[in-house]
């Protein structure tokens, strides 16, 4: 049977400010993932979060880490609002700073 009340899955906007672009993240994905399937050139290597390559800057919004930021970023960074695009899932709209491959 076919569920017509099926719940829409939340959506989250992201605003990369240097960037001037903004994309939508679906609750349950992670922030670098969504963006690559948007076909934005985020920086990474390895997708898990013990590179560090994907970093951003969280300027304004709730993220939630999928895992200890600490394994990658030192304490200042983490203070700063430095993520691992990989490991963050979004609780709110987001504005980070990134700097995308050309």
Excluded at 30 to 53: D, E, F, I, R
Aim: charged share 30%; aromatic share 6%.
């Amino acid at each position: 049977m076919l569920n017509i009340f099926r719940k829409k899955p939340k959506e989250f906007e992201v605003e990369l400010l240097d960037e001037s672009i903004k994309f939508n993240v679906i609750s349950g994905e992670n922030l670098l993932s969504s963006a690559l399937s948007q076909g934005l050139k985020w920086p990474h290597k390895c997708k898990v979060g013990s590179c560090g390559t994907c970093k951003y800057k969280l300027i304004k919004g709730i993220i939630k880490p999928e895992l200890d930021f600490s394994y990658v970023l030192d304490l200042e960074e983490i203070e700063r609002g430095v993520g691992l695009a990989c490991q963050t899932s979004l609780r709110s709209d987001i504005q980070v700073k990134v700097k995308l491959l050309k």
